[in-house]
């Protein structure tokens, strides 16, 4: 899910041609491959400058210090550099060798993109959890990629800057701001609070050299201050003055489309596409739990299935155990190459990520020389209730469980990871990524794996894991059905959680916090947008390669080009363009 150098053709030929002719070096250093090259590299670096903790996700620790400048001249300026990048950048499409066109389409998505959320979406001026979630502080201590006293120092230089980033929240946002967006700030500001007060802490307890860990209190302890000051101003200040206005409209949601996704289409497209879907998956979910029990409705089959659980003491154990056979099964079934020996570590959930997280997979970034990923599943809480304990531990029945492990590492995110690593990808391949193709690719290969006759030990069992998948794609169905209408058609929160009820079957507390998410993440329907894309690009890869077709041929193409929209993958893998669209 996530994105060594930038060796474009250019510059490969210019090495190789280094002992030449000085009139082929210079037809060479004008070349469009190698004024692009130098222009995306010089893009980048100033990319990187403004978003410091994109840098350090992707494992670019030279910009780990830089400042977090959110002040008005500095997003003005960083607005007018996009502005003048895409002008520079466009005309040269054309003139490119093969290559390096695909990833001059892929940058310049990837500024239209980042133009639209600053301009039209309005990030800065609209949303506080920009500024909520600017200070991210977890990767520092989870992984080893610098001496801890190295890190730490940088951990200083970050919380340094929490007095100017959020007096630029205070001084951009505006007076009045959408509702779900100031409650999910709130929490957010006070989960880091939390984090930088307590596991923070612990993690330095040790290994810090006195006057160094002396530095970082007394700054750790302002910046917690700042944050949980932010949380106050928020629930004080913007409260009062919240609106619900949360939807993008329209006219914006194709341009999420487009820049994403390179998708020119209307949503309600997408959406009668959805709801087809969700019918069918409706009804086939109701003909598996026949097969399970045909005395009982279809949510009571699937109520009885999430009573065969592991014990809160087993919960880990067993999907670590599981996690090998399903790893396993790919590679019987020559269903994907596995590039790497290095197994996926399962944790439990970082403590400030519990409150929104019930698994979810970590990897590190393409460029982080610490390699180490982690699947994380939050575990049961001792102070819950005998009742809570049972209905978080129905959520990781053994079938469910599997799925989602699945989704999160094999072959899902973290193959894709291992893909994404091994492969010759380019800086730009690394770093710009379609949110359809990464929760796409994970989403789909929950049905492939069910194709594939995964759990299938025997019928009863097949029908459970079968069950279980399907309860998967009703969600990520509601998901696109909830962000279309809710963004283009005015749909509220309350009808929202209304539907994923009574679509998905959910109850009202899970339902509620899905359609929430919804309010402030309209791309969340990429995880069946970018499902339904895969699936009519396989089908057309299949007709066109015939007898030559291999489904471990397919995956490893699919995940050898880095992370971009499935449309561009169609246009590299397709001799005939006209199929393989979804849309």
Known sequence: MKRISLLLPALALMLF?????????TVAAHHPDSTFAKLSEEFLKGYFTFRPGAATYLGLHEYDRAKRDYSKASLAAELQRLKTFEQKLAPLGDSLSPKARF??????????????????????????????????LNLFVQRDFAPLDERVRSI??????????????????????????????????????????????????????????????????????????????????????????????KANYKKMLLYN???????????????????????????????????????????????????????????????????????DKKIITVPSEVRVEIRETPQFARSTSTASMDTPGPFEKATQAFYYITPVEKTWTTKQKEEWLSQFNYYVTDIISVHEAYPGHYVQFLHVNASPTSKIQKTFGSYAFIEGWAHYTEKMMIEEGFGAKDPLTQAKYHLAQLD????????????????????????????????????????????????????????????????????????????????????????????????????????DQSGGKAF
């Open 156 to 249: 200083i230089a970050i919380e340094e800057q929490t007095p100017a980033i959020f007096a630029a929240a205070r001084e951009n946002l505006a007076d009045s701001l959408a509702k779900p967006y100031v409650e999910t700030a709130i929490l957010v500001a006070r989960g880091g609070a939390d984090f930088m007060e307590k596991e923070l802490v612990e993690a330095l307890a040790q290994g810090v050299t006195d006057s160094l860990k002396a530095t970082f209190t007394t700054v750790n302890k302002k910046a917690i201050e700042e944050l949980r000051g932010f949380a106050t101003w928020l629930e004080k200040e913007k409260m009062p003055k919240v609106h619900q206005h949360y939807a993008i409209g």
């Open 472 to 575: 998967e794609s009703l969600l990520r169905l509601c998901r696109l059905c909830v962000s279309i209408k809710t963004h283009t058609e005015g749909m509220s929160l309350a009808d929202a959680t209304k539907f994923l009820q009574d679509n998905c079957y959910y109850d009202y507390k899970p339902a509620y916090q899905e359609a929430l998410r919804g309010t402030f993440d309209p791309g969340y329907l990429s995880y069946t947008l970018g499902k339904l894309q895969i699936l009519k690009l396989r089908e057309a890869y299949k007709a066109q390669e015939g007898a030559n077709f291999s489904l471990q041929k397919f995956h490893d193409q699919l995940l050898d080009n880095g992370m971009p929209p499935v449309e561009m993958l169609r246009e590299m893998m397709l001799k």
């Open 261 to 331: 996704e390179m998708l020119d289409v209307n949503p309600e497209d997408i959406l009668a596409l959805g709801l087809a879907e969700l019918k069918k998956e409706q009804e086939l979910f109701a003909e598996v739990a026949r097969k399970i029990n045909p005395n009982k409705s279809a949510i009571a089959v699937f109520e009885d299935l999430k009573k065969d659980h592991p014990t809160a003491d087993n919960l880990i154990p067993d999907a670590r155990k599981n996690l090998e056979s399903i790893r396993q099964f790919l590679l």
């Open 17 to 25: 041609i280094s002992g030449c002719q000085r009139p082929k070096e």
């Open 103 to 136: 990833d001059h389409k892929l940058l310049l998505a990837g500024i239209r993109q980042e133009i639209f959320t600053l301009e039209d979406l309005g990030i800065y001026t609209k949303n506080p959890m920009t500024y909520a979630g600017a200070i991210s």
